[in-house]
């Protein structure tokens, strides 16, 4: 079992920069890859980048650059580092971890971008 949280999220201007943070721990030595995934009011949640156990991350999309997916020393945290925020970054982050046989979710953490 897998337990994920996430920390960083509010409310924040457009035009600046967030980090979000996801803490894993139980048993993380079955973590193949962790992700971020995004949800907007009312529309599907959808994958942001990942980065697996050698910490190469691949991206969605390009999004221009704005996103970044990195891992702690520690190794059972990563970070979504998000700059130039618009409004429709406006949504709920979530954080994934991904065994051989099941993926785990944390509970989400909400991001508001004001104009």
């Known amino acids: 079992q897998v337990h994920l949280v996430e920390s960083g999220g509010g409310l924040v201007q457009a035009g600046g920069s967030l980090r979000l943070s996801c803490i894993a721990s139980?048993?993380?030595?079955?973590?193949?890859?962790m992700a971020w995934y995004r949800q907007a009011p009312g529309k599907g949640r959808d994958l942001i980048g990942e980065?697996?156990?050698?910490?190469?991350?691949n991206y969605a999309n390009s999004d221009e650059g704005r996103f970044t997916i990195s891992r702690g020393t520690d190794k059972s945290t990563i970070y979504l580092q998000v700059d130039n925020l618009k409004t429709e970054d406006t949504a709920i982050y979530y954080c994934s971890a991904e065994t051989v046989s099941v993926r785990f979710w944390g509970q989400g953490a909400q991001v508001t971008i004001s104009s």
């Open positions: 980065i697996d156990s050698a910490d190469r991350t």
């Open positions: 139980g048993s993380i030595f079955t973590i193949n890859r």
